[in-house]
């Protein structure tokens, strides 16, 4: 079963450590093939002033420490096509926002790095519709792709996550995963800010287990309330035990393992 954790973004050199050790920790326990996640920029932000994230460089350089370190392979968004051979020194996978996957340049260029690429369903796809975002990896010859269901649009501020879109992209051929804090956002917002219903990850996360996903994403933060990012709707580090133990044996009985 995979799991793509960590926190939203990488905010200092302190934050992600204390993260990849622990969820390692449980990954290790609970028998989760652990992919370290966390952006080292944040392209897609309402505001202006919103945090982006610390210099670039320094954030590549604290993921390819975690992975070093740790011995745990690790992940980070791509935004546009001349970023992906050079992130692609710092992390093992590469991963492609919602918003994005569409981007035909941005998916070939990503695919060309032979890296593991997971593309985030846009809020705006069908689940069937993901087979061109995926066709556009596999022209590269890279076929190492996974799929990431985040909700759809619901009017101008909410999302819905409809479950029948695991089983349909996973028709694609390709492992999907349940992004349980992403799905639970509130876009959109007049104030400029992503809020959340931070009370139904676990909602989310178990009920996409249940309908076949093949693991989890999950944003999570030591101080949730405190994260520069995201902040409604990562989980607390500290209850990422009792989440992860549930969902691995609701797997375990949906896959008789």
């Not at 204390?18 to 392209?43: C, M, P, Q, R, T």
């Not at 070939?108 to 993901?130: D, L, R, V």
């Not at 996973?170 to 995963?177: A, D, N, Q, T, Y």
């Not at 994260?227 to 949906?254: C, G």
Request: charged share 25%.
């Amino acid at each position: 079963m995979w799991l793509f954790a960590g926190p939203c973004v990488i905010e200092n050199d302190k934050i992600p450590f204390v993260v990849a050790e622990k969820i390692k920790n449980i990954a290790d326990e609970l028998g989760y093939h652990f992919i370290f996640k966390s952006s080292y920029l944040k392209a897609n932000r309402s505001k202006l002033d919103s945090f982006r994230g610390i210099p670039r460089l320094e954030a590549l350089k604290i993921l390819n420490e975690i992975r070093k370190n740790y011995k745990i392979p690790t992940i980070t968004d791509v935004h546009e096509s001349w970023e992906c051979e050079e992130v692609a020194e710092y992390v093992d996978y590469l991963q492609i926002p919602a918003f994005l996957c569409r981007q035909t340049e941005l998916l070939i260029s990503a695919g060309k790095t032979g890296k593991p690429i997971n593309i985030k369903k846009g809020q705006f796809m069908s689940p069937e519709s993901m087979k061109y975002a995926v066709d556009k990896v596999k022209s590269t010859g890279n076929e190492n792709i996974f799929l990431t269901e985040r909700g759809v649009m619901f009017g101008y501020y909410d999302l819905i996550v409809d479950m029948t879109s695991i089983p349909r992209m996973k028709s694609i051929g390709c492992p999907v995963l349940i992004d349980a804090t992403h799905g639970i956002q509130m876009p959109n917002r007049s104030d400029g800010v992503t809020h959340g219903h931070r009370e139904f990850v676990e909602t989310i996360a178990l009920a996409g287990i249940a309908a076949g996903a093949d693991g989890i994403f999950l944003e999570t933060h030591p101080n949730p309330e405190q994260a520069l990012s995201d902040a409604d709707t990562q989980w607390p580090l500290d209850d990422v035990y009792d989440l992860l133990k549930k969902a691995k044996e609701i797997y375990s009985i949906i896959n008789n393992v």
